[in-house]
Every structure is written in C-alpha cells, then in structure tokens.
C-alpha cells in the first residue's frame, strides 16, 4: 500500500470511528455485556446437568442475603459496628493491664537508675523518653489490634470481602471509580502502604490512581489508636460504661463513614476533573463462602499483622521519642525547641480547634500515624508536670489539664483521619505512580481537606459558643 | 508434508491454562500476569504427525474489552497475529462465567476450539457437560479433557490437526445483540469493509467502535500506517513492551 493509500485509510479509520461514536450511546457496553451474560447462561441450561444438587445452594442462600439489595447495606454497616464494638470493649481491660505493667516497669527501671546514681539526663532520654514513647504505642495499639486482624481476617476468609465489593459496586460506579476500590480500602483499615501495592488490582491506570489518591481517608491501623483512645476518652463522658461503649463505637463507626463519604467525594470530583472517564467493566469472582479455620486465622494474622505492625511503630516510635525528649529539653533562650516550635505553630491549630503541640506531633509523626499520640502525651509531659500514667483516667487529666474539650477530641480524631499520608505510603505511592507530581498531589489533598474540615468544626463551634 | 502452525492458549484465570501449556510443551514456564508491568508470553512447540505447534500462553483474562492491558495483548495477539487456532480454555466447574471470554473470541475469528478443561473437578462435584450439544450452539468444536492427568489430549491433538487442515472449519454463532445495536452494526459493517481488509472480522470491528474502543482503533492505526505486510507476520520478539 502506497504511503497515500495508507494516510487515506487512516483518515476513514478515525472519521469512522467518530460516525459510530455518533451512533452510540452510554449503556452500549452495558448492554452488550447483558447480551453475553444471557447466551452464557442459555449455552449451560442447554448443556449441563447437575446430578448431585452440587449447585452451591448455602452459597447462593447467603449471597442472596448479603448481596441484597435492602439487606447488604445494613448488614455491613452492623458488621463494622460489632467489629469495633468488640475492639473497643475488649481493648480497654488489656490496654490497661499493659499501661499498668510498663508503669510498674518505668518505676523499677528508675530505682535501678537511681540505685546506680546515673545522670538525670540519662533518665530522661532513655526512660522518660525512649520507654514511655515505647510502651504506650504497645499498650495502647497492641490490644485493640490483637482483636480487630484477627476478626478481620475471619471474615476475609470467610468469603466476605468480595461481597463487600459487590455491593459497593454501585456506589463506586456512581463517583468514576472502579468497584475494586474497595477492597483496597479494606486494605487501607490495615496499613495504607500495603493498600498502595493493592490497588494493583485495578487495570484501569485512571482508576487505579483514584484508588492511590483516595486511600487515605480510611483509617488505618496506626490511626485507630488514636481514634478508639480519643472516642473513649471524650466522647463517651458522662455515660455509663455500658452506654459509654455503645457512644464510643458510635463516634468510630461515625468517623469511618465520614471517611468514606469524602472519598467518594474526592473521587467523584477527581474523575470529573484531573481524571476524567467512565469506570471499567469488570468481572468479580465471589467464591464460595468457606468455614475459616479458625485457629490458623487467628495464629497467622496475629504474627504476620499485629506482630508486624507493631514492630515497625517501635522502631519508628523508638528514635521519635529519642528526639521529642531532646527538642523538649534543649533550650534556646530560656525555653525549649519543642516549646518555640509549638508557639510557632500554636495560632494556626487553635484556629483549627487544635493547639501547638497536636499540630507538631502529627508533623513530626510523619514516619509514621502509630506515633503522633506518643510524641503528643511525651511533649504535654515534658512540659507539665510529670504524672506517671498508669491507666486511661491519667490520660485524661493530662489532657484536660491542656486545656482540651471534646472539640480538640473531635478535631484530632478528623485531622487524624484526613491529614496526609504517613512516609512509607508517600514512598509506596512514588514506586507505583513514579510520578513526584503525584506523590505531591496525594499529599496536598488530604491536608487540605483536613484543614478545611477542621477549621469548618472549630470555627462553627465557636461561633455558637 | 511437514508445516508450522501458530496456537493461541487464551483463557480467564485459574482455568488450568497454564498446565495445559506445559502438558503440551513439556516445557516448565510461568507467565506472569501484573499489568502495568512488561507481560510476557510464553512459548513453547510441539509436533504432532510430523507438524509442528507453537504455542502461544496468553495472558489470563475475564473479557477482551480492553481494560487493561493484558487484555489488550491478548485481543491484539488473536485479531492481529492471527494465529492458526485460538484454543479457549474453559474451566468445566464455572462454564458459565467462562464462556463469556469465549463467546467474545469467536467474534472475532472463525478458527477456535474450546477446550473444557477440569473434567475431573467437574465429575466430582456431580457436573456433566454435553459437549456435542455446545459445539452445535457455538458453531466450533468442543472438547474436555483434563490438562492435569492429559486426559482427552488424543481427541485435542486430533481436532486441532483437522482445523488446521481444514477438514473441519469452524462457522461461529456469534451473539446477537439487542436490535437497536444489531441495526447500528449493519449500518457500520460496510464503511468497516472499505477501510479494513477482510482478514478481520468487519461485524466484531462495528462492534467495537461502536463501544469506543479506543485503544484498538489505534492499534488500527499504527498497524495500518506500518504496511500490509507486518500486519499478517508473526511476532518473533516474545516479550511484549508496554
């Protein structure tokens, strides 16, 4: 073919293309993958039998039930709220069993230090430092993560994540983005980073990126300490424990969907927007529900994720606590780095309902979420006076004694939830985007949309005050 | 008279592809199935009565709309490679969902055989599959086997010989689609006719612009503006760079 003939037919190919685009319309590919479905289903009435009643029929009771369209909402959403109920109350007894236990240590430690007349310096950065920092990102993360992998991973095994899929599908839909998206946000409740890896599974490149973009907004492990511990402390006051747990749970659950709500909302600005398309057709295996085994899930989720998990938040809380203590107590002036640096940023976080330090521990804590709630109480402590903390009541003194209100509690627990992602997501979204424009982006998003939530709060309380 | 011809493995996931390939070829290979990341094919031969069969191990995928691109390499290998027989691997314990791929891929080229594979599985769980009445329905042959124990490979190497050498031939019963979208590929199909040659199915190419495929309209493109000769030569280069 002549270089003209060719030039020609290019030009026929895309002017043909643009007719037949003329002639189509939206639910073309809906209905031709409807089309397909019903042969399929014509071809196997016509050609396969069944002699043992091998139908799945359990299976496809329950996904009637599950994947209903009245009953699959309200039962994910109970499901979640008994997974944190659960988590809540029986994170409580344990987490202070730990608190008291490192206490306990704190102190002998202190004798033995006293014992061997070693310098004050030495004590406050390697116990009143380093150990505190450690112990409370144990015994506060430690027990509610021991209960909420493991029940996680019953229902992962179980089969009902696919379903989970399925009837989000819809919603997903709706916003741009591809229904997979969520179970890259339940990848999210565990570790941000690792759902970085996971959004994998989307093809689409567009999708794929408003997985990355939006994943954030879902809590993940190392924010639920802070959550659950905040939603306990200030939330639930002046309630009976019994109802208390019930407001607690409540304030959680009430955050995840907040949480959800403005990532659909990012995602349906984004694809209208930076992203523009229409999501994909997919198609989603929903396997047959399996009895998990129970002991195995529980053993392999305990040591592969909690274990895991909380390694990575000592060793990062570790050095952290190292330099809170040294920027609280090397001064410049008469007042410590730690004190200017709070001063610095103290206007701008009240105007947020926050105060200087909760603003500085979640800079500082950017390594990681697991360790802004130790950098925070370590800097209060080193400031005020010295209470040692042996259960959650303390906690709360020391917080009050900063001046907090159930606002600051409200607006943590918000930033904490929208405030850009931790060091090693940011890492993850480079090596899957390599793209710094991207990275930035998914940086800059959550931040702004935190500012602006938590200023709205703050600003709206205070004006009805 | 010895001769070579090209076979296309395709087939969703989990269905056994992978084992069939190597029960074939005997060679051990893995292909990999990330998307975003280079997709490699793997190939391997085998003869039968004196011809010989080259494999081609597809990716895996559920549909060929081209979403990803796995899917895309795969479409382009079929409609573009043109391989001697796309063989479609089905997993007998999920037909239904399975012959989705498959209903797509004989719109696209006459020459398939489907290939049923997991018998075993399906015998267990108290599944029979009547293959005489799909292959009726289909319009291309319909085979079981088990690629695990190469149970059925007699009647496989059998059937591929015979389409190859055209003593069979394959006559799809493509899917008809809601009337409103079968009077728009009518209309499209002879503007197609002009444009395209005829080695490619002219209904399959109506319905996929009419879908807004994009990427195979500039796969189109590219392949057109390359020349008429390429477009019909076998890829030698096994690793496809995206």
Redo the contacts between chains.
């Keep these: 073919?002549s270089a003209n003939g060719?030039h020609g037919?290019?030009m026929?190919?895309?002017s043909?293309?643009e007719?037949?685009?003329e002639?189509?319309n939206a639910n073309?590919?809906d209905?031709?993958v409807q089309?397909?479905?019903m042969?399929?289903?014509e071809?196997?009435s016509?050609?396969?039998?069944?002699?043992?009643t091998?139908r799945d029929v359990r299976t496809e009771k329950l996904d009637r039930i599950f994947t209903s369209p009245i009953w699959g909402f309200p039962i994910m959403m109970s499901l979640l709220g008994v997974l944190f109920y659960l988590t809540i109350a029986g994170a409580n007894v344990p987490s202070d069993l730990i608190a008291q236990s490192f206490g306990y240590i704190e102190g002998q430690l202190t004798t033995l230090f006293q014992l061997l007349s070693a310098p004050q310096w030495l004590h406050g950065l390697l116990i009143l430092g380093l150990f505190r920092g450690t112990a409370w990102v144990v015994s506060v993360m430690l027990p509610p993560m021991a209960i909420f992998f493991p029940m996680f991973a019953l229902l992962e095994n179980y089969g009902y994540l696919p379903r989970v899929a399925f009837n989000m599908d819809r919603v997903f839909k709706k916003v741009g983005a591809h229904g997979k998206m969520s179970l890259t946000m339940a990848m999210g409740f565990g570790c941000n980073a690792a759902a970085m890896m996971s959004s994998?599974i989307i093809?689409?490149?567009r999708e794929r990126m408003l997985a990355i973009l939006t994943n954030n907004f879902v809590p993940c492990n190392g924010r639920w300490g802070t959550l659950i511990v905040l939603s306990s402390l200030f939330m639930a006051a002046g309630f009976s424990s019994g109802v208390g747990m019930f407001v607690t749970t409540g304030t959680v659950v009430g955050i995840v969907l907040f949480g959800i709500m403005v990532t659909f909302f990012v995602s349906w600005v984004l694809s209208k927007t930076a992203l523009k398309g229409v999501p994909?057709?997919?198609?989603l295996?929903l396997p047959p529900y399996r009895r998990p085994k129970v002991f195995e899930t529980v053993i392999r989720s305990s040591l592969e994720r909690s274990l895991a998990v909380l390694m990575r938040a000592v060793k990062v809380a570790a050095p952290a606590g190292f330099a809170t203590w040294i920027l609280a107590n090397v001064n410049v002036g008469d007042t410590s780095v730690l004190l200017h640096i709070v001063h610095f940023l103290d206007p701008f976080a009240q105007a947020l309902g926050l105060d200087g330090y909760i603003l500085m521990a979640f800079i500082v804590g950017l390594p990681a979420n697991e360790i802004v709630m130790p950098i925070l109480l370590m800097a209060y402590l080193s400031t005020g006076s010295l209470t040692e903390v042996d259960n959650l009541g303390d906690l709360k003194q020391i917080f009050v004694d900063h001046g907090w209100t159930w606002l600051t509690a409200l607006n943590m627990m918000l930033f904490s939830l929208l405030h850009f992602p931790c060091g090693t997501t940011l890492v993850n979204i480079y090596k899957e985007t390599k793209s710094a424009k991207w990275t930035l982006i998914s940086f800059l998003i959550p931040t702004v949309i935190a500012i602006v939530v938590t200023w709205g709060v703050a600003q709206t309380v205070y004006y009805l005050r | 008279m010895k001769r070579e011809y090209v076979i296309a493995l395709a087939g969703n996931p989990n269905t056994g592809k992978s084992t069939l390939f190597n029960a074939l070829t005997g060679l051990k290979q893995h292909t990999g199935n990330w998307a975003g990341k280079t997709v490699t094919i793997a190939e391997g031969t085998y003869v039968h009565k004196k011809n010989t069969y080259r494999l081609i191990d597809l990716p895996g995928t559920y549909s060929l709309f081209s979403n990803s691109t796995d899917e895309e390499v795969a479409r382009n290998y079929i409609v573009f490679e043109q391989p001697a027989v796309t063989l479609v691997v089905v997993d007998a314990t999920s037909l239904e969902r399975n012959l989705n791929l498959a209903l797509q891929i004989i719109e696209m080229t006459p020459n398939v055989i489907i290939c049923i594979n997991l018998m075993d599985e399906a015998e267990k769980r108290g599944i029979t599959i009547n293959e005489n009445v799909l292959t009726k329905k289909l319009g291309v042959p319909v085979v079981k086997i088990t690629a695990r124990s190469k149970k059925g490979f007699a009647l496989l190497f059998d059937t591929i010989d015979r389409l190859v050498s055209n003593v069979i031939q394959g006559t799809p019963n493509v899917v008809r689609y809601q009337p409103e979208i079968e009077e728009k590929i009518a209309k499209l199909e002879p503007f197609v006719r002009t444009v395209v040659n005829d080695t490619i199915s002219a209904r399959w190419i109506a319905l996929r612009l009419l879908d807004g495929d994009e990427s195979l309209l500039q796969e189109l493109m590219k392949r057109w503006n390359r020349g008429e000769e390429e477009i019909l030569c076998p890829q030698t280069e096994h690793m496809v760079h995206i």
């Design positions: 073919m060719a037919a290019h026929t190919l895309a043909l293309y007719k037949a685009q002639m189509s073309l590919r209905q031709i089309q397909l479905y042969k399929s289903q071809l196997c016509a050609s396969v039998t069944f002699s043992k091998k994998r093809e689409s490149p994909t057709h997919y198609t295996e």
